[in-house]
C-alpha cells in the first residue's frame, strides 16, 4: 500500500481564531474550572471567567506596551501556567508568539529573534534576560524584554488598565483563520533552524480533529471530568497542540515543567490526570524506574512475570481487535487479574492513579512496551507528526491500536509513500512554507504536499511504521544502506543505556557508541555489591560490556549479518544539548558527535 486518506470529522473554520475559544467558554460555562495552577507548592483551581479576565488584562498590557497586530514576541521559558496566558494574550490581540527553547544558546537565540524580527520578547528568569541581553545590540527592532520572575504579569496588567475590553475585543475579531499564529523554529539537526509558519486554521484543524476523533481517550471512566498535567515543552509544537487542544476543548489543564521523578510524580499524584502526553522517554523511564523498584526489593522474578503476562493480554486483545484471534483465554485472564492487584495497579497509582489512556509522540515506541502499558491499564496511543503538520498527522485510534505503528492519518488527511519511501503528508495541518525561506519552502512543499524527510511503510490495514530518516542513511564502504534510527532505538531499550548511535558511514562495517544512564548504572552496582566507579573505570567494567553486548545482539537480530552492529565503545559522558550534540528535544546531531568523538569513532575501526 502506498497511498491512505481518512475522511475528516470536522468542518473548515470559516471564521475567528484561537483566542475566541477563552471568551466563548467563559461566556457558556464561567465557573467550569479550565486550568490548575500551582503556586507556593499548592494547587489551586482556575475556572473559564477567571482564565479569560486574566488574558483580558494581560492582552490590555501588551497593547499598552506598544504590542500591535501581527507582531511578533519571542517567549523564552519552560512550561508553566504563565506561558499559556501569554499565548491567548498575544492571540486575542491578533500578535504572533514565538517560542524559543529554554536552553537555547546565545547565538541560537540571537538567530531566532532576527529571523522572526521579533519586536518584543519574555523571559522566565535572569540567566534568560542575560542571554537575550548579550546579543540585544544585534537587535534593532527588539523594543521591550519582560521577565516574568519579575512580575511581568503584574506590570503589564496594571499598565493596560486605563484601555476599555472593546480594543481587544476590535483586535481579536480582525483575526482570520488565515492569520498567522506562531512561527516554531525546528529543532535542528543539520544545517540552522528554520522558522515553520503555522497558521490559526492549522491549530485549529489540529486540535479539533484530535479532540474529535480521540475524545474516548481523555477520560479515565465514561462521564469524568477529563484533565491533564502538561509537562512537555511548549516551546515545542506537542506541547503547543496540548495546550491549545485542552484550553478550546474544556479539558483541565495543569503545568509541570520538571520531568524529575521526584518533581513529576508528586504533581501527577495530586493533580490526578485523566491522560498524559509524553514521549516514549516518558515511558520508559517509567518501565525501568518500576523494574528497578521491583528489584531492590527482591521482587524482580515477579514483576517480569508480569510484564510478561501483560504483553501476551494486550496482544490478545490486539489480535481481536484486527479479527485474528479471540482475545485472553480464562487462564491468561486469571493470571492478569491477580497482577493487577501486585503489579499494575501500583504502577498506575505512581502515574497519579486515573491514567487509563496517553498518547505518545516524538519518536518511535518500542512495540513491547506499548503492549507492555496497555497490558498494564495504560493504553498508549502511538503518533507521528513534524512541526510542520502542526503536531500529530497520524495516530493509533481507540478501538484498533496497533503497537509499534505510528497509526493511521488523522481524519482529513492522506498519506502517500513516495517512491524513495519518503513519507508525504496532506491535511489541513500542513503548514505554508518557511519564514523567509522560499527555497526550503519549495523544497519541501509539493503540491501542497509536506515531503518529510523521513521514510516509512504503510501495512495491509494502512498503518503507518517509520523505518528511518533519509538524510541518516548510512552508507558503508561494500556499498550497503543501513537505517541507523531501528538499531540505536532497540540498542535503548536496555535499561542501563542512555544514548546509542550507529555510524558506518563509508566505513567497512558498522559500529555504535554508547552513553550510560547514571541512575540506572548506580542501581545495577548496588544489586551486584559492586563500589561506585569512577567514570574511567566503568567503561572498562567486563561485567557491564557483557550486559551491553548484550543489547547490541538483541538489534542485530533485526537485520542481516551485513546491517549489524559489529562493535562498540562505551563512553564516560552522556551527549548533551549544552556540548551541542542534542537539538532542544532531545534529537542526535550526528555530524557534531562524530565530530566531537573522531577519536572514538577511528578507534572502531582499528584492527
Not at 493470571?335 to 497509582?349: E, M
Amino acid at each position: 500500500m502506498r497511498d491512505i486518506s481518512t475522511p475528516a470529522v470536522t468542518a473548515a473554520p470559516r471564521a475567528g481564531g484561537l483566542a475566541d475559544a477563552v471568551f466563548d467558554r467563559a461566556a457558556r460555562e464561567p465557573d467550569k474550572v479550565v486550568l490548575g495552577r500551582k503556586s507556593g507548592g499548592v494547587w489551586r483551581d482556575v475556572t473559564a471567567a477567571e482564565f479569560r479576565d486574566e488574558v483580558m488584562a494581560l492582552a490590555k498590557g501588551l497593547i499598552a506596551q506598544g504590542i500591535r497586530f501581527a507582531d511578533r514576541v519571542a517567549i523564552m521559558s519552560r512550561t508553566r501556567y504563565e506561558w499559556t496566558l501569554f499565548d491567548f494574550a498575544l492571540w486575542s490581540i491578533g500578535a504572533q508568539p514565538i517560542p524559543i527553547y529554554p536552553t537555547s544558546s546565545a547565538e541560537q537565540v540571537m538567530w531566532i529573534l532576527h529571523d522572526a524580527d521579533v519586536s518584543a520578547c519574555l523571559v522566565e528568569h535572569e540567566d534568560h534576560a542575560m542571554t537575550v541581553g548579550s546579543v540585544i545590540d544585534r537587535l534593532p527592532r527588539m523594543g521591550r524584554l519582560w521577565q516574568l520572575n519579575a512580575d511581568a504579569v503584574g506590570q503589564l496588567t496594571a499598565a493596560g488598565a486605563h484601555i476599555g475590553d472593546d480594543v481587544v475585543h476590535r483586535h481579536r475579531r480582525a483575526v482570520t483563520p488565515d492569520s498567522t499564529a506562531t512561527v516554531i523554529y525546528t529543532s535542528g539537526t543539520t544545517g540552522r533552524p528554520k522558522g515553520c509558519v503555522l497558521t490559526h486554521a492549522n491549530f485549529l484543524f489540529e486540535t479539533d480533529t484530535m479532540a474529535t476523533r480521540w475524545e474516548p481517550v481523555f477520560h479515565s471512566r465514561p462521564g469524568d471530568e477529563p484533565s491533564t498535567l502538561l509537562f512537555l515543552p511548549i516551546s515545542h509544537v506537542f506541547g503547543r497542540m496540548v495546550e491549545v487542544a485542552a484550553v478550546r476543548h474544556g479539558v483541565k489543564l495543569g503545568h509541570q515543567p520538571n520531568l524529575a521523578a521526584s518533581e513529576l510524580l508528586p504533581d501527577l499524584a495530586v493533580f490526578q490526570p485523566t491522560f498524559v502526553l509524553a514521549v516514549p522517554h516518558v515511558f520508559e523511564k517509567i518501565f525501568h524506574a518500576a523494574r528497578r523498584k521491583a528489584e531492590a526489593e527482591g521482587r524482580v522474578k515477579p514483576f517480569d512475570r508480569a510484564v510478561e503476562v501483560a504483553v501476551r493480554y494486550a496482544e490478545a486483545l490486539e489480535d481481536r481487535a484486527f479479527g485474528a484471534g479471540s482475545g485472553p483465554g480464562p487462564g491468561l485472564r486469571m493470571q492478569h487479574q491477580l497482577f493487577d492487584k501486585l503489579v499494575y495497579g501500583k504502577l498506575r497509582a505512581a502515574m497519579g492513579g486515573r491514567i487509563r489512556h496517553a498518547m505518545s509522540g516524538g519518536s518511535a515506541m518500542e512495540r513491547r512496551l506499548g503492549l507492555f502499558f496497555a497490558g498494564a491499564g495504560v493504553t498508549v496511543y502511538e503518533g507521528y507528526g513534524l512541526t510542520e503538520s502542526t503536531a500529530a498527522a497520524t495516530a493509533n485510534p481507540p478501538e484498533r491500536t496497533r503497537y509499534g505503528t505510528v497509526g493511521l492519518p488523522i481524519p482529513g488527511t492522506s498519506v502517500h509513500i513516495a517512491e524513495d519511501g519518503e513519507i508525504w503528508l496532506y491535511g489541513g495541518n500542513v503548514f505554508g512554507g518557511y519564514l523567509n525561506e522560499p527555497k526550503a519552502t519549495h523544497e519541501t512543499l509539493r503540491d501542497g504536499w509536506l515531503a518529510t524527510g523521513d521514510l516509512g511503510t504503510l501495512d495491509e490495514y494502512g498503518y503507518l511504521t517509520i523505518t528511518g530518516r533519509k538524510k541518516e542513511i548510512l552508507v558503508t564502504s561494500s556499498g550497503k544502506s543501513v537505517s541507523p534510527g531501528p538499531l540505536e532505538e532497540r540498542v535503548r531499550l536496555h535499561p542501563l543505556v542512555a544514548q546509542c548511535i550507529v555510524v558506518g558511514n563509508d566505513r567497512p562495517y558498522v559500529a555504535a557508541l554508547v552513553t550510560l544512564d547514571p541512575e540506572a548504572v548506580d542501581h545495577w552496582l548496588r544489586m551486584r555489591g559492586k563500589p561506585r566507579l569512577k567514570a574511567s573505570e566503568l567503561v572498562r567494567d567486563k561485567e557491564l560490556e557483557t550486559e551491553i553486548r548484550r543489547a547490541v545482539v538483541a538489534a542485530n537480530t533485526m537485520v542481516s549479518k551485513a546491517e549489524s552492529i559489529r562493535t562498540f565503545r562505551i563512553l564516560s559522558a552522556q551527549f548533551s544539548e549544552e556540548q551541542g550534540l542534542l537539538t532542544p528535544s532531545l534529537k542526535l546531531k550526528r555530524k557534531a558527535i562524530e565530530s566531537a568523538y573522531a577519536v572514538e569513532v577511528e578507534a572502531l575501526y582499528r584492527g
